[in-house]
């Protein structure tokens, strides 16, 4: 964790788990791991042994190609299935691990001392004793204190050796290496930081006139929530309340899932809650809490422990490279310690959208180089995760190029803010006066998707836009996929009025869209959207007005300095702002066209309405 705000945070080696595994299987299991390196954090010293820990255990996935093909079949426009969604018991059902690898695994954690259980049958949550931990891996574990904000955490600090008679059972343990990250997003300084004389801020009435969205209201039946992780402090009601009143919206959060800590409030918690509700209008708003980072997150979502909302944000992230965990091969972020997590939060991302969830996901707040590497150490780029998975939709962000203000209407800009009505976009970067860089690249370890691969290739001819071939990987899954505004907002926070940048203003604000769009759906007797990627990139070739092209800029520069590489923004899709940002009224239109052109599925033909809406 770290401050008061928003905020996200190598070489290319990735095995076959069967490689993985004979590799593992001739190893000493030795391996030097401190752990994952993250700013803000110090090690105070050895945990004491009765100190009780929490840890996830990730066992191997079956069926893996049979759940490949019913994400594709549910989640791709013109297919017969489309929207035809299972549930999340059938696919934890689907991926089950072999019963006899989890009887050896039961076995195995209960001998070393732990109490574990299963929350979706390819995973396993356990606590134990630092002591018992520390004899399973014959590893030393400390604690860490964060320098800020004075939260602890218990981590492997040095060298362990990993089980080997587990080694062909168990992928990685989980909330053991990896150091908690700095969130997505940064805060103007001072109170009422912006210069309100000369630069506009962006409250939702800006949105709404940019984006199109005239005023649209969704359905109560449509639930959007913003996902924090790492237990994040909490907005407060009465910042909420605030806002409610200076901007003439009424955004209410009606459920609370994890931890809701009003004690001290929190910009990015503030700002997601604020913003999707304020985009969002009329669907039904949650909060959800994570404790740990994202294996345990989907894992809690595919459990059935609590409802999961329609459309889910999440404004967080770190290097793909970098996801570091305890696993069979080597140093956790060496020979499959990344590849082997990614992997896994892949398929569970998958098994989300396949019973019809939408997940998004911040590209990142410093450029295409990332937190990682803040000072241009290289010509290669660092993608960040979860944003660069196939399997959601990454959000990057601009900023007003030139901005107009033509008679705001909202209160607060009639008594002391002077906000932005219009204007036109580029990508956001600190070179162009923001205070972070639009992330977006190319994954290291997930192949390019098919629903992008006609705008991506078209992308890669243009070499003048892209690092020399040697510093990325063309063949990735490219990212962002779409964007929004994502600097000099306005959020009402510990009584105040603050501004702040990033690509986590601008992932909630997409997910308000994407949920009209379900509304959309829903009020015309439609099935929910699901994974949103093959039906944003079919509305932009069936319709390209849909997107704001962002034509001008790059993400060259990191929050602390300008490098020499990087992707610039061009005509069509890019790896700084995707397809771009929303006109929603043009994606209603190829929505409706799209409905109009597809059989709807026998379960919804009884149901159907016609596309008039309530728009």
């Known amino acids: 964790f770290t401050v008061l705000l928003i905020a996200l945070r190598n070489t290319p080696f990735q095995l076959s788990i069967s490689t993985m595994k004979t590799v593992?299987?001739?190893?000493?299991?030795?391996?030097?791991?401190?752990?994952?390196?993250?700013?803000?954090?110090?090690?105070?010293?050895?945990?004491?042994?009765?100190?009780?820990?929490?840890?996830?255990?990730?066992?191997?996935?079956?069926?893996?190609?049979?759940?490949?093909?019913?994400?594709?079949?549910?989640?791709?426009?013109?297919?017969p299935r489309y929207g035809q969604f299972a549930s999340m018991k059938e696919l934890n059902a689907l991926t089950a691990t072999e019963k006899p690898v989890v009887e050896r695994v039961a076995k195995f954690l209960a001998a070393a001392g732990a109490t574990c259980k299963f929350p979706t049958g390819d995973s396993m949550f356990c606590r134990a004793a630092a002591g018992d931990i520390s004899k399973m891996l014959q590893a030393e574990i400390h604690e860490f204190s964060h320098?800020?904000?004075?939260?602890?955490?218990?981590?492997?600090?040095?060298?362990?050796?990993?089980?080997?008679?587990?080694?062909?059972?168990?992928?990685?343990?989980?909330?053991?290496?990896?150091?908690p990250t700095e969130r997505y997003g940064r805060m103007h300084?001072?109170?009422?930081?912006?210069?309100?004389?000369?630069?506009?801020?962006?409250?939702?009435?800006?949105?709404?006139?940019?984006?199109?969205?005239?005023?649209?209201?969704g359905s109560s039946s449509v639930i959007q929530a913003a996902a924090e992780f790492q237990g994040l402090g909490a907005y407060t009601n009465t910042d909420l309340s605030t806002f409610n009143t200076n901007t003439a919206e009424d955004v209410v959060v009606s459920k609370h899932i994890g931890p809701f800590d009003q004690l001290f409030p929190q910009a990015e918690s503030t700002l997601d809650v604020q913003y999707i509700g304020a985009v969002g209008k009329g669907n039904t708003n949650w909060y959800w809490t994570e404790q740990q980072w994202m294996y345990d997150f989907s894992t809690n979502v595919l459990s059935g422990a609590n409802p999961v909302p329609d459309v889910i944000s999440m404004s967080y992230g770190w290097s793909e490279t970098e996801q570091c965990q305890i696993n069979p091969t080597a140093q956790p972020c060496v020979s499959g310690g990344s590849s082997a997590f990614v992997a896994a939060v892949n398929a569970n991302f998958q098994k989300i959208g396949a019973a019809g969830h939408t997940l998004l996901a911040a590209s990142g707040d410093s450029g295409a180089h990332g937190r990682t590497d803040g000072f241009c150490s290289s010509g290669k780029v660092h993608p960040a995760f979860p944003a660069a998975s196939p399997y959601l939709t990454a959000v990057g962000a601009t900023q007003l190029n030139t901005a107009t203000s033509n008679s705001p209407?909202?209160?607060?800009?009639?008594?002391?803010?002077?906000?932005?009505?219009?204007?036109?976009?580029?990508?956001?970067?600190?070179?162009?006066?923001?205070?972070?860089?639009?992330?977006?690249?190319?994954?290291?370890y997930s192949a390019r998707p098919s629903y992008q691969d006609t705008v991506v290739s078209a992308y890669l001819k243009n070499s003048s836009a892209l690092p020399p071939a040697s510093d990325f990987n063309a063949a990735g899954r490219g990212f962002p996929d779409v964007a929004a505004l994502g600097h000099n907002y306005y959020i009402q926070l510990q009584g105040q009025h603050a501004m702040v940048d990033g690509t986590s203003c601008a992932c909630p604000v997409f997910a308000g869209v994407v949920a009209l769009l379900n509304a959309y759906r829903v009020e015309n007797g439609k099935s929910k959207i699901g994974f949103a990627n093959p039906l944003l990139y079919s509305m932009s070739a069936s319709n390209p007005a849909a997107f704001n092209d962002i034509t001008q800029g790059n993400n060259k520069c990191t929050e602390q300095e300008c490098c020499q590489t990087g992707f610039s923004a061009t005509t069509g899709w890019d790896a700084t702002t995707g397809l771009g940002t929303p006109n929603f009224e043009e994606m209603i239109k190829a929505m409706a066209a799209m409905d109009s052109l597809n059989a709807p599925s026998a379960s919804l033909l009884a149901q159907a309405k016609s596309l008039r809406g309530s728009f």
């Open 189 to 217: 300084a001072g109170e009422n930081a912006a210069d309100t004389t000369s630069t506009l801020v962006v409250v939702p009435e800006t949105l709404d006139n940019m984006y199109k969205l005239n005023n649209a209201k």
């Open 409 to 444: 209407s909202e209160p607060i800009c009639k008594n002391g803010l002077s906000c932005a009505t219009g204007g036109d976009e580029i990508v956001c970067s600190t070179k162009t006066g923001a205070l972070i860089t639009s992330g977006g690249g190319f994954s290291e």
């Open 147 to 179: 320098e800020k904000n004075g939260a602890k955490v218990h981590r492997v600090h040095g060298g362990y050796t990993f089980p080997a008679e587990m080694s062909e059972d168990i992928l990685f343990f989980t909330n053991l290496a990896h150091l």
């Open 24 to 79: 593992a299987a001739l190893l000493a299991f030795a391996a030097v791991a401190a752990a994952t390196s993250a700013p803000g954090w110090t090690r105070t010293g050895l945990t004491p042994a009765t100190t009780e820990l929490n840890f996830g255990v990730a066992l191997p996935m079956s069926n893996l190609d049979k759940l490949d093909r019913i994400f594709w079949d549910v989640s791709t426009p013109g297919s």
